[in-house]
């Protein structure tokens, strides 16, 4: 990663912990991922040589742009959903600001709607919305999560009672390997071994 793009993301990162700090209303909230845990998912992605890839909550981008990062070296593209327009426009400025806009799909609505009529496969998923939707979202994107896929989601250390019907769901799956990672707010990882006939 060359120094322009490591001093945008450590800006974006300051930004969202100062405007968090200092806000009441959870909308407002940036809610970003740890730069340790987005550093450590950027190599899973990248050994995996993902390039296809969905996130599902993009707030202002700063996630995004590292998986645009990863797409842009394995030749991939993203996929990003976000349900606020406002945080939407703040992703696509700073992913201009990036230079990885190309890399990016951004979809505007709410996800468990869009993932009902999401096309293609995907070999990288990462949920980082709303908790509560996404054992939904994750059942209705299973037909489309490719064999090697990495599916992650974040802050199952932080928000163990919001985020629990999601890993009920991932460790009943058979075809899936499962563990938590103790980085940043807490990661599930799970991967696909094979496809359920």
């Known amino acids: 990663m060359d120094a322009q793009l490591e001093a945008l993301l450590s800006e974006l990162e300051t930004f969202g912990i100062e405007n968090d700090d200092g ?3 959870r909308s407002r909230k940036m809610l970003n991922l740890e730069s340790d845990a987005a550093s450590f998912i950027s190599i899973l992605a990248r050994n995996g040589n993902c390039q296809r890839m969905l996130e599902i909550g993009t707030s202002n981008g700063y996630s995004t742009i590292w998986w645009a990062w990863v797409a842009e070296q394995t030749d991939g593209r993203v996929t990003s959903i976000e349900i606020s327009a406002d945080k939407q426009a703040m992703a696509d400025e700073n992913l201009k600001r990036a230079n990885l806009r190309d890399r990016v799909n951004l979809l505007l609505g709410d ?6 009529s999401i096309e293609g496969t995907f070999d990288f998923i990462f949920f980082d919305a709303d908790r509560y939707s996404a054992p939904e979202q994750l ?7 490719e064999v090697g896929a990495l599916v992650l989601a974040d802050n199952v250390t932080s928000h163990p009672e919001q985020i629990a019907g ?3 769901v991932i460790n009943a799956l058979d075809d899936f390997d499962h563990m938590v990672i103790p980085v940043g707010k807490g990661v599930s990882l799970a991967y696909r071994t094979r496809k359920e006939d």
């Open 166 to 168: 999601y890993l009920d």
């Open 139 to 145: 059942k209705l994107l299973l037909p489309k999560i």
């Open 111 to 116: 996800a468990t709607e869009i993932v009902k």
């Open 23 to 25: 806000q009441d209303d």
